[in-house]
């Protein structure tokens, strides 16, 4: 176990036998906060830890106890800086978006606002740039393209589920990204145990996102009245090509060291969800 990280379990089965490029491989996981405000977990492949070839890479997500991250609550922008001071970022390289709820993501470029764009997800091939988003419940779904370098991070609620597909199709087109060479991270999210909806909603979000065709690594999309985020994430993107996904086995409703907005109501904590050059502290971690 490698120091420092919430690292996946690596010896896992696969959904098709052998070491076949075509296996999905999945790589659950549990987080571990250090000092009580931050988790890091890294992508995974072939159950090896990537740091990236231009640079360290990894993921991360604040704590409940770390305050809440919203671009719209003047707490939100203390806690913020306070959090980047805390990991040692500068803040100019930190870029975020005001989440709409919508399935648009950004392509930075040179000139992009460094924060507030109304979209939900974000992609870059700057190895010095961070990429943040804000979630309560909502899924963060983090890519990285061995290959290029580049990587994307994406606010993926119930109405902007597809948005991690329209993000891997931007990687795509901008730097001939192969799917079977991107390693997927799905974040702390509500999980089907406590995501009941409406008989509407779960109509629609089976119509959309099931279907009789394809892979389900995660099982169902729709659970009796519930619906599964990460299990429709996980859906499309083997469907596209991908064959590595983390994905973390914590719930934001039952785990009150998240953010919730359903356990906590109006005055919810929204979590900053980083992905970049992210380095874990050098203190030793227990697992």
């Known amino acids: 176990m490698l120091l420092n990280w919430t690292t996946p379990q690596h010896k896992l089965d696969s959904l098709e036998a052998g070491a076949d490029e075509e296996a999905v491989h999945l790589y659950p996981f549990h987080l571990v906060f250090q000092r009580e405000t931050v988790a890091y977990f890294p992508f995974i492949m072939d159950g090896v830890v990537l740091t990236g070839k231009k640079g360290s890479i990894g993921c991360g997500i604040s704590s409940r106890a770390a305050g809440t991250m919203s671009l719209r609550d003047p707490q939100g922008q203390f806690h913020r800086r306070r959090l980047y001071t805390s990991l040692g970022l500068d803040p100019e390289q930190v870029f975020t978006c005001t989440q709409v709820h919508s399935r ?4 930075l470029e040179p000139e992009s606002p460094r924060e507030g764009p109304p979209v939900d997800g ?13 979630v309560a419940d909502c899924l ?20 902007g589920t597809g948005i991690a597909l329209q993000a891997l199709q931007l990687m795509q087109a901008r730097w ?40 389900y690594p995660l099982g169902p999309v729709v659970k009796g009245a519930a619906l599964d985020l990460q299990a429709a994430n996980a859906r499309m993107l083997v469907n596209a090509g991908v064959r590595h996904i983390a ?18 109501g109006p005055a919810f904590t929204a979590m900053a969800a980083l992905v970049g050059p992210l380095h874990p502290p050098e203190e030793k971690i227990c697992f």
């Open 104 to 107: 648009e993501v950004l392509v």
């Open 122 to 134: 974000m992609i870059s091939g700057d190895p010095q740039t961070y990429l943040a988003v804000t």
């Open 140 to 159: 963060p779904v983090y890519l990285y393209d061995t290959e290029s370098c580049g990587f994307g991070l994406v606010h993926s609620g119930w109405k």
């Open 176 to 215: 001939h990204t192969r799917p079977e060479a991107v390693a997927a991270v799905l974040g702390p999210c509500i999980g089907s145990c406590c995501y009941q909806v409406d008989a509407v909603r779960v109509q629609s979000f089976d119509q959309e996102f099931g279907g009789p065709d394809g892979a």
């Open 247 to 264: 994905l973390c086995k914590d719930c934001t409703f039952t785990d009150e060291r998240l953010g919730s907005f359903r356990r906590e």
